[in-house]
């Protein structure tokens, strides 16, 4: 709710949250749709959205006034696209998930809504028409951080069916904040791959001028219609301008800011192509080709382990979470160390030393693997003689991984192979996990 003033005031003027309106405050005038109020801030500042799709904030006193422009609400619905089949085009499968990608205000109501179908979504995008032949599914949607291992099991059970009918490529559309995640639970899942699976979503909504929802889902399709690439991939800005998109390896991929337009950057690896929106497909370091594999059934092996844990190690860390996990009945935990893949070993408060419990957890045969939370280069037994430690205590260095990725490997390795294979293979470099040479500087 708003202020008693501004309540009082809007129903003087007969108006309510949706409206557009004319606000007058001396001299100045603004107009735009009342939205409704932030959970938060000050009750008095009345929000608009004005016709550039920018909000701004009005502090309202008792000389405002407000004229309704509008006769009466209209019954909202978004647009939808109306795309024909062209069978000179290639067909491309889209996996509409949720996302911001799939959200847009409601001007009338002036609140932001996630679209209900992802028609609504492309038909801010007529520039696809002209790129493949869209075949669009819509198994759920929701927003990513509500993601569990059961959604990626959907995903690539979709992709997998998609690919086998006969799609020359899929686009996945799907929220940023767990999508490294996700694209990497789908690069091990999907077996046999033979086209681009390329991920998509937005920072920003599609309402917005300055969106980058187009611009990745152009240069998705692009990706997905005609790249030489038989990987799965995240698909988004890469610059802080629309001049291009990165593809970068699903396992390799990480969201490195909360707004910014470019936030996702390939660590420890370059990026396999760059698409411009024009079509230009430039490609950047090795990769799996189509034309390198066997046109085998696709599988969809999507067992997957939900009892493992991933852990950060700080100062002060209390290592009996991992007894903790223990008597949950974890199968596996992947511990971000510090540097090269430190824990606390010989700290003078010895029970906050880690190696007992480490060693405690591994004699129990669950799985341990240290990353390093610095992300880039990569960890080593070798270097110090705690590090040393922490090997023989039974954890198992996973080389160059992000711990994202080297935590849903554990758990789609421990549901897909024999328990004594799972240290090993943990190690071994399945889908791009692990490079035997870091190919990017340590700097974005």
Known sequence: MYSKVLETLFKNSGVSVGDTIKLVLGKDSFTGVIMPRPEVG????????????????????KDAKIEKVNAEKKTFSFPKADFKPNS???????????????????????????????DELLADVPELEGIATLEIHNPFSILSEDMTYREWQTIAEQVAKALNDGARGVIVTHGTDTMHYSAAAISFMLQ????????????????????????????????AAKANVAEVGICMHGSSSDNFCDFIRGTKARKMHTSRRDAFKPINNLPIARATPSGAIEYMSDHREISSVNKEKVVAKTAFEPKVALLKVHPNSDPTIIDYYLDKGCKGIIIEGTGLGHVPTSPNMKELSWIPHIKQAADYGVVVGITSQTLYGRVSDKVYRNLREVAKAGAIHC??????????????????????????LLRTNLVGEITQRIETDWYM
């Open 88 to 118: 000179s085009l290639p067909k491309v499968a889209l996996v509409y998930t949720g996302g911001t990608i799939g959200s847009k205000v409601d001007y009338v109501s002036g609140g932001v809504y996630t679209f209900t179908k992802p």
């Open 399 to 424: 080389e160059d991984m992000l711990p994202e990725t080297a935590y849903v490997k554990l758990g789609w390795l421990l549901a897909n192979h024999k328990k004594e294979e799972v240290p090993k």
């Open 42 to 61: 000050d009750d008095s500042i009345l929000i608009i959205k004005q016709p550039n799709g920018y909000n701004i904030g009005v502090k309202i006193g």
């Open 192 to 223: 046999n791959l033979n086209a681009p699976v390329v991920y998509t979503g937005a920072q920003r909504s599609s309402d917005r001028g300055a969106s980058d929802a187009f611009i990745n889902l152009v240069c998705s399709a692009h990706i």
